[in-house]
C-alpha cells in the first residue's frame, strides 16, 4: 500500500488529471445513466403490465364464455331428458293399444277395436308407431278419454280424428245421452338414435366377417 502512495506523490498534476480524466470517463461510461436508461425500463415495465391486463382481461372473458355455454349446455342436458320422457323406447302397437284399453276403462268408453299400422316410420332420431281406434261412448266419456290421454307421459298425437253420433234409427234408452263414436289413428313416438348407433356399430363391426 505504502508503494502506491508513494507511487501516487511521485505523479506529475498533468498525470494526476489525464489519470482523472480516464477514470470520470470510465465511471460515465459504466455507472452514470442520465435517466434514458430508468425511462426504458419504465417503458418495458408498462408494455408487461399492459399484456399482462390485456391477458387477464381476455381470460375473464373466456371464462365468462365457458360459464354462459356450460350453463346452455346444462339447459340443454334438461331439455332433452324431458323430451326423453315423452319418447319412452319401448312405444309399440301392442304398448298402445294396452294404454287405450286402460284409459278407455277409466274413462267409461267401450272400445270397439283396435288395429295396428302395417309400417313404423322412422325419422331422423324417431320412430312413429300408428294404430286405428274406433270408440264408443257418450260425449263426456269420449272427452274424458281424450283428456285423461293428454295426461299420459308419452308423446302422442292423433290423425283423421272423427266423432260421430249414431246412426239415424238406432234405439236409445229413456233419460240416456245419445252415445258418440270416435274414431281416429293414434301415433305414438320412440326415441332411435341410441339404437341406431349401436345397430350401425354392430354392422360395421361385423361386416366381412363369416359365420364359422
Do not use: H
Not at 120 to 149: C, P, W
Request: avoid cysteine.
Amino acid at each position: 500500500m505504502q508503494q502506491y502512495i508513494l507511487q501516487l506523490g511521485e505523479m506529475t498534476w498533468s498525470k494526476v488529471i489525464v489519470g482523472g480524466l480516464i477514470a470520470l470517463g470510465a465511471y460515465w461510461g459504466l455507472y452514470y445513466d442520465n435517466g434514458e436508461r430508468l425511462e426504458t425500463e419504465i417503458q418495458q415495465l408498462t408494455t408487461r403490465l399492459t399484456e399482462s391486463e390485456r391477458q387477464l382481461r381476455e381470460t375473464k372473458e373466456a371464462m365468462a364464455d365457458a360459464e354462459r355455454f356450460e350453463k346452455l349446455v346444462r339447459q340443454n342436458e334438461i331439455q332433452f331428458e324431458k323430451v326423453m320422457e315423452y319418447l319412452p323406447q319401448d312405444t309399440n302397437s301392442n304398448e298402445l293399444t294396452r294404454l287405450v284399453n286402460q284409459v278407455s276403462q277409466l274413462s267409461g268408453a267401450r272400445v270397439k277395436a283396435t288395429q295396428p299400422m302395417s309400417v313404423a316410420e322412422r325419422k331422423d332420431f324417431y320412430e312413429m308407431t300408428r294404430i286405428k281406434v274406433d270408440l264408443q261412448g257418450s260425449f263426456s266419456q269420449v272427452v274424458l278419454f281424450l283428456s285423461s290421454l293428454s295426461k299420459v307421459q308419452k308423446l302422442l298425437t292423433f290423425d283423421n280424428l272423427e266423432i260421430k253420433t249414431l246412426e239415424e234409427g238406432a234405439v236409445i234408452g229413456e233419460g240416456e245421452t245419445p252415445p258418440v263414436t270416435l274414431e281416429a289413428t293414434m301415433v305414438g313416438y320412440r326415441y332411435l338414435k341410441d339404437q341406431e348407433t349401436a345397430a350401425d356399430a354392430n354392422r360395421a363391426g361385423g361386416t366381412g366377417a363369416p359365420n364359422p
